[in-house]
């Protein structure tokens, strides 16, 4: 375990076996149809992997990276695209894949940015979900764990860029970022 993780949450086991249960959930709903997959960087690049790979469906995939945070551990509220979709998504049925869903201000942003692009279909896919920080009134329509509030890293999760490639998702000593 890497010095700076105070406890392991979801093993590489763990996050294996939940992700294959939301692609198999996602394959059922969307039988008959194509998805197409937005992937919101950097956090969620791992798990935009996987999950694809669970999904047993012609689908296509785009990606997307907004910031919201610096390096800190609070979201500002403030969110910026800085990298838009190569793709249309105009009668797509599309399926947002994010790490983590916490105060919800980037999702409460990009679903309307999104919408006003004439989707078919938005919903969210979200790995981690910490309700007890939501600021804005959005929910997720698939979510992998629900976590208490703690700052994890780790499986594509970041501290000021660190801890990403860590193949588990731990709770971050806190006094890493009190320092
Ligand atoms: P929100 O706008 O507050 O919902 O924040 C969403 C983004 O903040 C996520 O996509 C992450 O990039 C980041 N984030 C929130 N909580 C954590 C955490 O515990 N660890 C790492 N990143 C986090
Ligand atoms: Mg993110």
Redesign the pocket.
Known sequence: MHQDVEQILYTEEDLRRRISELGAQIAADYAGRMPMLVS?LR?SYIFMADLTRAIDLDLTVDFMAVS??GSGTV?SGQVEIKKDLSDSIEGRDLIIV??????????YYLMDVLRARKPASIRICTLMD?PERRAKPITADYVGFTIPDA???GYG???AEKYRNLPYVGVLKPSVYAK
């Open positions: 919101v956090g919201s945070y979201s994010e790490d983590i869903l916490d105060s919800g201000n980037t999702l910490k700052f994890i890293v999760l970041d501290y």
